[in-house]
């Protein structure tokens, strides 16, 4: 596990982040954007490097000089009244080393330190690795799925104490949002039997 510098995403910085986003897989452009793209639009890079906004602000984890002095993870936020909307990426190499866990950590107390008590972030059900992020730093308040997308709005769990008990099924599985998951589809399916209805 790394421990990279985290700090805001500075005006003219267009640059590093197109070179984030170009040399990401297919895979995780699909699972960020919904789209695998096969080119960076100039709208995209534009829309993420918006920080000029009070209630817009993005947060970069970068390496040590010695290690390359790269961005490797981008988190955006969005503000609308006291919910801050959560944008969060990071490049494949520097996958599962701790670099989401700490960069949406320092996103939420930036957003509450601008007022903001939720949370929302919106991504596709199959999105393992964020179901796994949020079950390690959030209390989830609700999920809406629409067509294989979620809409997760949740808080900052304050401590251990206060997330709630897991549920245990006959594997000994303890993961209590993996299960949430997986209770959202099975209703999906069963409204579905007998008409075309893509939502899950």
């Known amino acids: 596990m790394i421990n990279p510098r985290i700090r805001p995403l500075r005006r003219g910085e267009e640059g590093a982040v197109?070179?984030?986003?170009?040399?990401?897989?297919?895979?995780?452009?699909?699972?960020?954007?919904f789209s695998e793209m096969p080119f960076v639009p100039d709208s995209l890079v534009r829309m993420l490097t918006d920080v000029d906004d009070a209630r817009r602000f993005a947060l970069?984890?970068?390496?040590?000089?010695?290690?390359?002095?790269?961005?490797?993870?981008?988190?955006?936020?969005?503000?609308?009244?006291?919910c801050a909307e959560l944008g969060l990426l990071v490049a494949d190499a520097w996958q599962r080393q701790g670099i989401g866990g700490a960069l949406i950590d320092r996103l939420m107390l930036a957003a509450e330190a601008r007022g903001c008590r939720r949370f929302v972030v919106h991504g596709l059900w199959e999105n393992a690795a964020?179901?796994?992020?949020?079950?390690?730093?959030?209390?989830?308040?609700?999920?809406?799925?629409?067509?294989?997308?979620?809409?997760?709005?949740f808080v900052r769990r304050r401590s251990a104490a206060a997330h709630p008990p897991a549920l245990v099924?006959?594997?000994?599985?303890?993961?209590?949002?993996?299960?949430?998951?997986?209770?959202?589809?099975?209703?999906?399916r069963k409204s579905a039997k007998g008409r075309n209805d893509p939502c899950l």
Do not use: C
């Open 169 to 188: 099924d006959a594997r000994g599985k303890t993961d209590w949002l993996e299960q949430a998951y997986e209770r959202i589809l099975a209703r999906g």
């Open 18 to 33: 197109r070179e984030l986003l170009a040399h990401l897989s297919p895979r995780t452009r699909h699972l960020r954007f």
């Open 130 to 153: 964020l179901r796994r992020l949020l079950n390690q730093v959030a209390d989830i308040v609700s999920t809406i799925s629409l067509s294989g997308a979620m809409e997760i709005t």
């Open 60 to 82: 970069v984890a970068e390496l040590d000089r010695a290690d390359g002095g790269d961005i490797v993870a981008l988190g955006n936020v969005a503000i609308v009244e006291d």
